[in-house]
């Protein structure tokens, strides 16, 4: 992600519309619609248990009188072949992380301190060197890039799961990438400078996905609201983003029956996990539709309060259209890259993010839960963001 931050947005009037807004959603439902999504188990796109909550998502909305129809596409994903890290006399059992590149490299260890966030490589030298850095505080493929640009040549992610546990990167690595866990890993901190020889061993395959898109009959809509619907492999994906994605399926129940849901399709995307695929191939296929679009509101883990704050990111029109102090809802900034709205900020479309941080269980199989009253505030503060950019 990047780190452009805004300020809080200027905040409006409270009106017996808004007020009535505020009890709008139900939490009762959006607690269901969330234990639905996560009976499926990890939702990794292309498999059995996408496919089930892509049916599931389409279903609901067709209860409440959209026309749904799915948008399919192809990418390619790698799957682990037995890759190795081999330190002085001893290997590791180690995974390669999904956007890794397969490559053989060799380097002295490098130890990365702290917790691994972006001032812990600060005055680094990796030159040719093969980085062990805790997984965590920041992205895996943030880290990965820090360590590219400091020389290098590979990284090893030591993380709280047990080894085999499999990872993404979420985007393209710039250099090989593996974890392990911390039990089996701790060893390494004390063998800085011993040669390494790192084999990433990866096949690629070819991932069919879907994306879920929920429409009342505009064929040339002016915002759309949009979450990713996917997980990583090993986890349930309840905040990461089932917490999004079920903020949107009650949003579109909430317009339903309002002349805004002429102007908005509601998105579901998948394959965001392993590099924004969805959104990027909708924006792809579809360029005289985005060219159309007054905004792209995007909702990605927004059911945990890590910062005490619903983080807004994006286009300056667009914050100031958050009325958060009407809703009585604390907002606060968020990063402006990592998720599903990048794509249409790329196209030239006005975004918002919304975001409440990485919580501890990001990407982990511990990531179980998610607040249905956080959602509903978030949901509210979109349809508010709605309201004022429709009419």
């Known amino acids: 992600m990047s780190r452009q931050l ?17 009890q709008a959603f139900s939490t009762e439902r959006m607690q269901a619609d969330l234990e639905a999504l996560l009976s499926q188990g ?19 909305l067709r209860k409440v009188g959209y026309m749904v129809e799915f948008q399919p596409f192809t990418y390619s994903r790698t799957r682990d072949q037995g890759s190795s890290l081999q330190v002085g006399a001893a290997t590791f059992p180690v995974s390669s992380i999904a956007g890794s590149p397969g490559r053989r490299v060799e ?16 005055n680094l030298n990796l030159q040719g060197a093969i980085a062990v850095v805790r997984r965590g505080g920041i992205p895996g493929l943030e ?31 710039p250099i090989p990438g593996v974890t392990l866990s911390q039990s089996d890993g701790a060893g390494l901190f004390s063998q ?12 690629t395959e070819e991932v069919q996905g879907r994306n879920v898109i929920a429409r009342r009959g505009s064929q040339n809509p002016l915002v759309v609201v949009g979450a990713h619907y996917d997980s990583v492999p090993g986890s349930p994906g309840a905040n990461d983003n089932a917490s999004g994605t079920v903020t949107v399926l009650e949003l579109a129940r909430q317009l339903a029956d309002s002349p805004l849901s002429a102007q908005i399709w509601f998105m579901f995307f998948d394959g965001e996990e392993d590099g924004l695929w969805g959104s ?11 060219r159309g679009l007054k905004g792209m509101l995007n909702l990605d883990m927004v059911g945990v309060n890590v910062n005490g704050t619903l983080g807004i990111g994006g286009s300056g029109e667009l914050r100031a259209l958050a009325d958060c102090n009407a809703l009585q809802v604390a907002c606060g900034s968020a990063p402006g890259g990592g998720s599903d709205h990048v794509p249409f900020a790329q196209a030239g479309v006005p975004v918002l993010f919304f975001f409440r941080g ?18 509903a505030q978030t949901g509210r503060v979109v349809r508010g963001v709605l309201e004022r950019l429709l009419r």
Do not use: W
């Open 6 to 22: 805004f300020s809080r947005g200027v905040l409006g009037l409270v009106t017996i519309g808004l007020l009535a807004l505020a």
């Open 143 to 173: 880290k990965a890039r820090l360590a590219a640009e400091r020389g290098a040549v590979g990284i090893v992610l030591l993380t709280e799961e047990p080894s085999g546990t499999r990872f993404t990167f979420g985007g393209n690595s």
């Open 42 to 60: 990890p939702r990794v796109a292309g498999l059995p248990a996408t496919t089930a909550a892509g049916e599931y998502l389409a279903a609901e």
């Open 358 to 375: 990485l919580d501890p269980n990001y990407h982990r199989p511990t990531d179980t839960f998610a607040d249905p009253v956080l959602m």
């Open 192 to 203: 800085a400078g011993t040669r390494a020889v790192l084999d990433v061993r990866i096949l």
């Open 107 to 122: 380097g002295p260890l490098a130890v990365v301190p702290g917790a691994g966030l972006a001032a812990d490589f600060a």
């Open 280 to 290: 990027r191939r909708f924006v792809e296929q579809n360029p005289e539709i985005v």
